[in-house]
Every structure is written in C-alpha cells, then in structure tokens.
C-alpha cells in the first residue's frame, strides 16, 4: 500500500513558476514509476509527465514539454514537478499518482492539489 501526499499548489501569475512535491510512504518507492496528473474544470483528468523508478526515464505530454519538469529523491520518497512559464490553461488540480514499474495502470493516487494561473 502506498499513500501520496501532494503540496506546493497555488495561485501564480501567468509566465510565473510552482514546485509541486509528492512524499510517499512505504519502504520500495524506487520501485514505483511516477506520474503527474491534472485536471481542468470540466475536462478529464490527463497525463502531464512521468519518471521511471530510477528516476532515468522521464517522459511529458506535449502542452508541458519544454516548461515542467519531474524529479524525483528516493531518499526521501518524493516526486516534484516543477513547473515554469505557466499558462492559464495550466489551471487544473494537479495529482501524483504511482504504479509498479512493470504495471501499466496507476494503482494509488494523491488526493490533488489545486493550480491557478492568473492571466
């Protein structure tokens, strides 16, 4: 069992920065692949960018490529997001989400925390 608890959401203006962090518990989180997730009012929940267990993989959705980036310290057990140029369509609740890294579906999920980007 794993439990996420993300942090570091907000209101920020647009072309402005935010650092989300997600700590997880249990003692094998670098076994977990991680993902961020958000959603926008209205919108399903969409994938934002994600980092192998190892934290040597990372891949990003086209809309946050090149402005987020996603790190992770498995000293510590957590993923942080940071996120750069931030555009008003960047407002969503955000959340960390973990599988197993042979896995193909996210198992456990934070409860989100909120973006917003004042234009």
């Known amino acids: 069992q794993v439990q996420l608890v993300e942090s570091g959401g907000g209101l920020v203006q647009a072309g402005g920065s935010l650092r989300l962090s997600c700590t997880a518990s249990?003692?094998?989180?670098?076994?977990?692949?991680m993902g961020w997730f958000r959603q926008a009012p209205g919108k399903e929940r969409e994938f934002a960018a994600l980092i192998s267990g190892s934290g040597t993989y990372t891949n990003y959705a086209d809309s946050v490529k090149g402005r987020f980036t996603i790190s992770r310290d498995n000293a510590k057990n957590t993923v942080s997001l940071q996120m750069n140029s931030l555009k008003p369509e960047d407002t969503a609740v955000y959340f960390c989400a973990a599988r197993w890294s042979a896995a193909s579906v996210y198992d456990y999920w934070g409860q989100g925390t909120q973006v917003t980007v004042a234009s």
């Open positions: 249990g003692r094998t989180f670098s076994s977990y692949t």
